[in-house]
């Protein structure tokens, strides 16, 4: 009964800007950790950012101080905030949620392997090219 199905994703120029949303239904998204996830052709799913139960939030070295993950809990939404965007950010995007019980925050432990995240969406498809 769990869902997850994302949403923003598309075609942009170099330095450009994206918001990727992720609706959730099935589990609250404020009580588990979320991540979004990106691979690319040929490439090993990457962990691009994470939010935990308490808002902490770790990012790919990649991606730091340009994406921003959060969170709207009252419409149980994920997002990833997408600026100044390069070529190399195109992939596949999908969330995912960790609905493991733990107290240990992200800045310990990272985003973790793909294979921690019990749930998953479909994908969004975002391609920056010139």
């Known amino acids: 009964q769990v869902q997850l199905s994302e949403s923003g994703g598309g075609s942009v120029q170099p330095g450009g800007t994206l918001k990727l949303s992720c609706a959730v239904s099935?589990?609250?998204?404020?009580?588990?950790?979320m991540a979004w996830f990106r691979q690319a052709p040929g490439k090993e799913r990457e962990g691009v950012a994470v939010?935990?139960?308490?808002?902490?939030?770790f990012y790919h070295g990649s991606v730091k101080d340009r994406f921003t993950i959060s969170r709207d809990n009252a419409k149980n939404t994920l997002y990833l905030q997408m600026n100044s965007l390069k070529p190399d950010d195109t992939a596949m995007y999908y969330c995912?949620?960790?609905?493991?019980?733990?107290?240990?925050?992200?800045?310990?432990?990272?985003?973790?392997?793909?294979?921690?995240?019990?749930?998953w969406g479909q994908g969004t498809q975002v391609t920056v090219s010139s």
């Open positions: 099935g589990i609250t998204i404020g009580s588990n950790y």
């Open positions: 995912a949620a960790d609905t493991r019980k733990r107290t240990t925050s992200v800045a310990l432990t990272g985003i973790g392997g793909y294979w921690l995240y019990s749930y």
């Open positions: 939010i935990d139960e308490t808002g902490i939030t």
